[in-house]
């Protein structure tokens, strides 16, 4: 069976950043970027718990959701099976310095978040008990100051 693509990926060697996981054409004209938010180094940190990387998913996806730009162009926002970080696809033929700024504005966002967090009531999410706030604007704020706001070329590169 052949591997699909983001099993091909070297995590031995690959570092947090932003990455583009693939792109797809659908429709025949319009291309889909799937970028990899890697917020941890693979097998090397321990990964994100279940609860803070959950507040993310929501607080991530409602900051998209709701942006005047970038709103018409997510697709999709969510969190990686393995708790290394977060997958987010947008609408375009992008690179990871197209996205820089808004996934910065995001982080920006989540780190600073207060009140309740949007979606986390029974009626609205299926685990709305497994949320972290405070490890949430944690990790977001780790990842925001120590990638974002100074990433380097290695860091948006998959490793050979």
Known sequence: MKKIASFTVNHLDLLRGV????KDVVAGEHVLTTFDIRMK???LEPVINNGELHAIEHL???FLRNHKIWDEKTVYFGPMGCRTGVYVIFKGD?????VIPILSEMFQFISSFEGE????????CGNYL???LPMAKFEAK???EEILLNIKEENMIYPK
């Open 19 to 22: 990455y583009v996981s693939r």
């Open 41 to 43: 180094r693979p097998n």
């Open 60 to 62: 991530g996806a409602t």
């Open 94 to 98: 992008l690179s990871p310095v197209d």
């Open 117 to 124: 967090i949007p979606g986390a009531t029974a009626r609205d």
């Open 130 to 132: 497994d949320m972290n």
């Open 142 to 144: 780790k990842f925001l």
